[in-house]
């Protein structure tokens, strides 16, 4: 059986691009390696990676073309390319029509719901590749609950066709650590013994909720401080300070007293899991994806986009205290290993090539 990947690059980056990277590093360990190298098919491929050396690469390039119409020509390319590669099951990471096992970790039409966007032309062309996709795919993996109901009642898709599947998580990076280590990384990011330490990891402010988490600590005497990880805010508030770019984003986690998110659409968010695999709870909407695979005690849960609930919640999270042990490993309620989701995906892809 020979596997592809489908990506829409192999290159260090977030989302689905990171998962795919995790599954070129599953795959190996699970002996798909040498002359059963994946075909890993994207429209870039940084060769500097070791994970390219995992692959037998095919870059199908799409710069020469506007950003409308850059999906459809990488779809329509793909299937040339994996013919050439005699791939026997393609897993398709991003938007492409023929992948036998489809990857939803999000919708189009889920994003444009909650974010309350107006559908523009450019939306209905994703939106009917997907469709294409999850039509001809023999099984869709859903990274979480809320992504299987929005595939049910936004695209008609049959249950029985759908598999939920969380993703993976790094366990050897996103670890805890005794409490002398967490002080001397509270140290290192400026954050005062006094301090209850929101941790919001975010490249996107708007989009993560920063306005309504201001919104709801405007005004208010909680003794928080919301330390910003990534891009810098575009304005100053009392309660928000900039800590810069994370790489070691696993020491942010470990030196905060809760992370926090408040986003208007997250089919999943990683960032909780790997908050509470290095032990710390997190604040975050209940519309967020992986809130189903958090145990109760490490999770504050507010309503969407409801700044007083919000404000309560952090409230109440406070009580908890701030010189806090790790919460317990037992709070994250799945096996978050690569080797466990890869070995899912191995199994479904076996099942598709015997049936062939």
Not at 92 to 102: D, F, H, K, M
Not at 214 to 226: F, K, M
Request: hydrophobic share 40%; with cysteine.
């Amino acid at each position: 059986m020979r596997i592809g990947i489908s990506a829409n690059a192999l290159k260090l980056s977030g989302g689905l691009e990171r998962y795919a990277m995790d599954l070129v590093r599953g795959l190996a360990d699970a002996g798909f390696s040498g002359s059963r190298k994946p075909a890993f098919f994207a429209r870039k491929i940084d060769p500097a990676l070791p994970e390219a050396k995992l692959v037998e690469p095919y870059r199908i390039p799409v710069s020469f073309l506007p950003g409308k119409f850059r999906d459809a020509w990488f779809s329509w390319a793909l299937k040339r390319a994996r013919r050439k590669a005699n791939v026997d099951v393609l897993i398709g990471c991003n938007r492409v029509e023929g992948s036998e096992i489809a990857i939803c970790g999000g919708t189009h039409i889920g994003f444009l719901n909650a974010t309350g966007r107006r559908e523009k032309r450019s939306d209905r062309r994703q939106i009917a590749l997907e469709q294409r996709q999850y039509g001809a795919a023999r099984v869709i993996v859903a990274h979480s609950k809320l992504m299987r109901d929005e595939l049910r009642t936004l695209y008609g898709i049959d249950d029985d066709k759908i598999r939920v599947l969380y993703p993976p998580v790094d366990g050897a990076r996103f670890t805890p650590v005794d409490a002398s280590v967490r002080a001397r990384l509270r140290k290192q990011f400026g954050f005062a013994d006094d301090e209850t330490v929101l941790l919001f990891p975010s490249s996107s402010h708007v989009r993560k909720g920063l306005p309504l988490i201001e919104e709801a600590l405007a005004g208010s005497n909680l003794p928080v401080v919301v330390a910003v990880a990534g891009r810098a805010p575009d304005r100053s508030s009392p309660h928000v300070r900039y800590i810069g770019y994370a790489k070691n984003i696993e020491d942010c986690y470990r030196a905060a007293d809760f992370t926090i998110l408040a986003s208007s659409y997250e089919p999943f968010g990683l960032v909780g899991v790997e908050s509470v695999m290095c032990g710390t709870p997190v604040i975050f909407p209940a519309s967020i994806g992986c809130c189903d695979a958090i145990a109760a005690h490490a999770k504050h849960v507010f309503e969407p986009g409801d700044a007083a609930d919000l404000r309560r919640v952090v409230g109440e999270a406070l009580q908890t205290g701030t010189a806090r042990a790790p919460v317990s490993t037992d709070a994250i309620l799945y096996d978050a290993s690569i080797a466990a989701h890869v070995g899912e995906l191995i199994a479904l892809a076996q099942g598709i090539a015997q049936r062939r």
